[in-house]
């Protein structure tokens, strides 16, 4: 399982985040949220993303698709917007076939929000960060309400 390095945006403390974890990563100094980025493919899904304490977006991609290029960065927005309250996965389809299989991706980029290992929300393209928070938020209270 791998771990990415993250420098807290409050005090500048390098952070290392596990790609798993029994709750949101926080600053070793500050103790601020910090964003929970991951990748996953075929053989971790199910515990980086599925076995996650909180709220899952789920990015579908291919190094080849422009889309998906352009997506990255505002998807990292919200995740940064949201640090402490959602992850963001991200699966390369190209390297994840089962999964591209698994939860019918027909076109990327792809994405889903994920609440307790279920699918909460889907929807396929492209999109500027605020709409995708504005999605991401509206997923994860609805599926708070349905108790998800």
């Not at 980025?37 to 076995?51: I, S």
């Not at 997506?71 to 949201?82: H, K, Q």
């Not at 076109?107 to 928070?133: C, D, F, K, S, T």
């Amino acid at each position: 399982m791998s771990s990415n390095i993250l420098q807290c945006k409050n005090c500048g403390q390098k952070n290392r985040v596990p790609a798993v974890g029994s709750s949101a990563p926080r600053c070793g100094r500050c103790h601020r949220p910090l964003p929970w980025l991951a990748e996953a493919g075929d053989d971790d899904f199910a515990e980086v993303a599925e076995g996650s304490p909180v709220p899952v977006i789920v990015d579908f991609w291919a190094a080849w698709c422009g889309p998906c290029r352009m997506v990255s960065p505002a998807l990292d927005r919200v995740a940064e917007d949201l640090a402490g309250t959602v992850k963001l996965v991200k699966v390369d389809v190209d390297r994840s076939p089962k999964l591209s299989e698994r939860f019918t991706v027909r076109n990327i980029p792809y994405l889903m929000v994920m609440r307790g290992g279920r699918v909460v929300a889907e929807r396929a393209g492209a999109a500027p960060a605020a709409e995708l928070r504005t999605w991401v938020d509206g997923a994860i209270a609805t599926a708070g309400r349905e108790g998800g």
